[in-house]
């Protein structure tokens, strides 16, 4: 079997996700990379040598069968359009879309096309994600009713090194991203484990300025709490990216029978109980346990990233094209710009007081005429555009001139 060559664009990011790829006997043919030094230093980490394209029209004309999308954050909707355009596969890493418009655009485009995409999503594969899935599955905790889940990312506010390598000029989109927007690692997993698509949803902050040192960090929210209503009528408690507490990936099934959870601080073990009415045979009320792989490949998961979420994914989208076919929700593209919707959704509920916000279903047309030309964010763009909303909920909030200038000083170090 020939192997499978793929593009990456964005040599941060990209380049772990490449790694992975090339453990599964992928080809990387190319990367695309605006900064000289960044793709240097890409190279380096991949260990082979590689042709570097700065420009992406350069990069989209090499021989190739899929491209990973590991640019900046909100800006993977034209590349993974033109990616259509050339039947060329798409593993978009993180969100799918950065505006409602671009969520439209991008399911036009692929259901012109004949090309797979996935949402490169890891943490639905963790370990006690995946149990979690398993015991949802097999129908013992009931009808699920109620889910959580949580991505607690505090960054220790005296620590500089972090802005040179992520937040690394003002107008980074790390330093406008609303607390609702990077959601896909807080509402994913309990998508996946429970086959639940949010229909309805509001969302109110938490403002509490970081006190950093160096900042230019124009968003002061510390969390975005997210509530959503599904279309099996459960209901969704999720954070974007938070910031408060301590660092945890905390997840939480509740169905009529019982519920599951992983326990904060506890590495990856898992709390099952059940009701004292509903405990299955061999079960006991309360199960605490280290859950296991199950999986041929442990070994290679083991040493991949994110909780081995990196290498599962890796080979999912491997599968999807060999077998030629699209993934499974809540990876496909339909989920993918609902959990965008989601995330813009909230942040504008957040902005107007806690109102909540239907979730379009982007499979009907008349829901992409309602948001065709919705292009509001809070982000700039790299082709120079402004962002035309606040990225926080107080919405004259600003970083101290001395923390924007000792953010400078980091910088030029």
């Given at each position: 079997m020939n192997k499978i060559k793929i593009g990456i664009m964005g040599a941060g990011r990209g380049i772990d996700i490449a790694k992975n790829l090339m453990l599964l006997d992928c080809r990387i043919v190319a990367l695309c990379e605006f900064s000289k030094e960044r793709a240097e230093e890409g190279v380096e980490k991949l260990g082979v040598d590689v042709p570097v394209f700065k420009e992406f029209d350069d990069f989209i004309e090499q021989e190739m069968d899929a491209v990973v999308l590991a640019n900046y954050f909100h800006e993977h909707t034209p590349y993974a359009i033109r990616c259509f355009e050339k039947g060329i596969h798409v593993f978009s890493e993180c969100i799918s879309n950065g505006t409602m418009a671009e969520g439209v655009?991008?399911?036009?485009?692929?259901?012109?096309?004949?090309?797979?995409?996935?949402?490169?999503?890891?943490?639905?594969?963790?370990?006690?994600?995946?149990?979690?899935?398993?015991?949802?599955?097999?129908?013992t905790l009931g009808k699920i009713v109620y889910a959580e889940g949580e991505y607690n990312h505090p960054v220790n506010p005296y620590e500089t090194d972090f802005l040179k390598g992520y937040v690394y000029f003002k107008e980074h989109w790390r330093n406008y991203l609303p607390r609702s927007y990077y959601i896909t690692h807080s509402l994913a997993p309990i998508m996946w484990a429970t086959g639940a698509t949010p229909k309805r949803v509001s969302a109110m902050p938490v403002f509490s300025p970081m006190e950093e040192i160096a900042s230019a960090r124009m968003v002061g929210d510390r969390a975005a709490i997210v509530t959503t209503l599904n279309d099996d009528g459960s209901v969704f408690r999720v954070t974007g990216c938070a910031a408060y507490g301590a660092h945890h990936n905390a997840y939480r099934l509740c169905g009529t029978n019982g519920q599951i959870e992983n326990l904060r601080g506890m590495g990856e073990k898992v709390m099952l109980r059940y009701s004292d009415?509903?405990?299955?045979?061999?079960?006991?009320?309360?199960?605490?346990?280290?859950?296991?792989?199950?999986?041929?490949?442990?070994?290679?998961?083991?040493?991949?990233?994110?909780?081995?979420?990196?290498?599962?994914?890796?080979?999912?989208?491997?599968?999807?094209?060999?077998?030629?076919?699209?993934?499974?929700?809540?990876?496909?593209?339909?989920?993918?710009?609902?959990?965008?919707?989601?995330?813009?959704?909230?942040?504008?509920?957040?902005?107007?007081?806690?109102?909540?916000?239907?979730?379009?279903?982007?499979?009907?047309?008349?829901?992409?005429?309602?948001?065709?030309?919705?292009?509001?964010?809070?982000?700039?763009?790299?082709?120079?555009?402004?962002?035309?909303?606040?990225?926080?909920?107080?919405?004259?909030?600003?970083?101290?001139?001395?923390?924007?200038?000792?953010?400078?000083?980091?910088?030029?170090?």
């Open positions: 655009e991008l399911v036009r485009a692929f259901e012109k096309s004949n090309s797979v995409y996935m949402l490169a999503e890891n943490y639905p594969q963790m370990k006690f994600n995946r149990e979690m899935k398993r015991v949802c599955d097999g129908g009415w509903a405990i299955p045979e061999g079960m006991e009320e309360n199960n605490l346990y280290d859950p296991e792989w199950n999986d041929k490949d442990e070994e290679l998961i083991e040493t991949s990233g994110h909780g081995g979420g990196d290498y599962i994914v890796a080979r999912m989208f491997l599968d999807c094209i060999r077998e030629g076919k699209q993934p499974e929700h809540p990876y496909d593209i339909y989920s993918a710009v609902n959990m965008a919707s989601v995330a813009i959704l909230a942040h504008r509920s957040i902005l107007n007081g806690g109102q909540p916000y239907d979730i379009p279903d982007f499979r009907l047309e008349e829901c992409r005429k309602q948001y065709e030309n919705d292009r509001h964010t809070p982000f700039y763009g790299t082709d120079g555009s402004k962002p035309d909303i606040p990225c926080c909920s107080v919405t004259d909030y600003k970083p101290t001139e001395e923390q924007m200038k000792k953010y400078c000083e980091v910088l030029k170090d």
